[in-house]
């Protein structure tokens, strides 16, 4: 049976349906559409058109309700092939390369036109020299006639040079726009398949009546991915995490005012769990040995930013203006599964860009720590310690762009934060907290002990809290780690009192009132052979 059968039958009708909700998974999407058909009572199929080919035929799904009853027999999917009609787009591209071509050939005659005339300059140009010099010698023309012509050559010969140019730069940008519609034209010329399919649903209704079909399917090329915008008050101590999502679809069709939900479910995964494969050992393989830069990843640090200063006030404030609200989502939780309810008008479009909705945005008290690696850096690292409420939603890794008192300090990676967890925000340098480092002795001792050379250090460290409110403060210093066993490091003095950690670290804990200040202080001596130069000691 052909299509046009099919269409004209009295036993089948084809739906016209709209998608009404769309949920969308972190690597597919599940659509919902709705149609509404009156049923004389003789009908064996319902049809819906022109789907997808991004639709799995295996997930298609069907139900209804409606003034009679109707019994659902079954569900298939059939392929339908067609050519995209383009007669209209052939005569229209023909007509702008006949007018292009048209415009080219006049373009053509100018430039015909002033190279003859240029000709003929030239010609009396070769001309006039003769003469000119001869009637010069025998005193019949003046020099006043003579610059009469050479202006005249000049001025003339340059507008010619000038208007044959023009043209046939004019004629160079017409021979790319008509190369551009001849290949236009060749691709609309060569026969093209349009691939797309039916949902056939078999029914048998008890008699004459409307009916409302509702059809499911899964379909690929859609995507989410979870984004974040945290803007940090440190005057409030509070932190807005705007909670955003970025929809991304190319599924083939469009998704025009629909009831739209994200969730955290990954059907893609599968329901059975991963197999585990041997497990293999061998021994060692002999391969040359590599330097390895010493590095301490305790001490390591976040990008930092300057602290934007606040901005004056207005001595004349304006009329309070009323900021617009954000429409946010409905959560809504299933197990360890998470789904925002959008909202019922989202329009989502098949271009395979991204689109953004906001999914919450919530204020969240948080508490300030400090760090500081002196060696390094003279100024301590702002760091927010958030806690993710129990009542919370689950935050999915993704990135999330950082502001501090509306100046943006820059991007990170968040882990997947559960409710109840604790996460940690680097905000960039403080100068709030100054720090002076000093190297206040660098002793070697005139005789050797127990045939060793012995060299004392000493660093002293002065903390000042500039700010007027109690600062906490982790500050980190490291002695020098010894890669040879002959070279020995000991630390010898440290004030407060701590013990040294792994890879020389020393690390202290300190809280500091308003305006306070606090001396830290460590030694250490290096100890090794006389005969041996130790490298890395420059400090």
Known sequence: MTDSEILNSDTIKTLNTRISEVTVYTDRALVTRRGTVALAGNETELTIASLPVTLETDSVRATGSGTIAVRLLGVRSHTVFSSEPAGDRIAELTQQIQQLETQRRAINDKITARKIQLQF????????????????????????????????????????????????RQQQELDNQIQALQQQLRQVQTPNCQQSLNIIVAIEPSGSGNFELEVSYVVTRANWIPLYDLRVNVTNNQINLNYLAEVNQNTGEDWAGVALTLSTAKPGLGTLPPKLQPWFIDIVRPKSTQNREFAMMAMELPPGSAIAPAPALDPNPAPARIAAQTATAEVSREGGTVSFQVGGNTNIPSDGTPHKVTVFSENYPFKSEYIAVPRLVSFAYLQAVVVNPMTGATLLPGKANIFRDNT?????????????????????????????????????????????????????????????????????????????????????????????????????????????????YYQFVVEHPPELTVIGLDI
């Open 121 to 168: 300059l030239q010609g009396l140009s070769e001309k006039s020299v003769g003469f000119f010099s001869s009637s010069i010698a025998k005193q019949q023309i003046g020099l006043n006639e003579t610059g009469e012509l050479l202006n005249f050559l000049g001025t003339n010969y340059l507008k010619y040079v000038s208007a044959i140019a023009h043209s046939q």
């Open 408 to 520: 943006f300090v820059g991007t990170i990676k968040l882990d997947n934060i559960s409710p109840g967890q604790e996460f940690k925000l680097n905000l960039g340098i403080d100068e709030g907290l100054k720090i002076d480092r000093e190297l206040v002795e660098r002793q070697v001792d005139k005789k050797l002990i127990g045939q060793q050379r012995r060299t004392s250090y000493a660093y002293r460290l002065n903390v000042t809290n500039l700010q007027q409110v109690q600062v906490h403060l982790t500050l980190r210093e490291q002695l020098p780690v010894s890669r040879n066993e002959q070279i020995k490091v000991r630390s010898t003095l440290t004030n407060p009192k701590i013990v040294v950690g792994e890879m020389g670290l020393l690390e202290w804990q300190i809280s500091l009132p308003p305006q306070a200040k606090q001396e830290l």
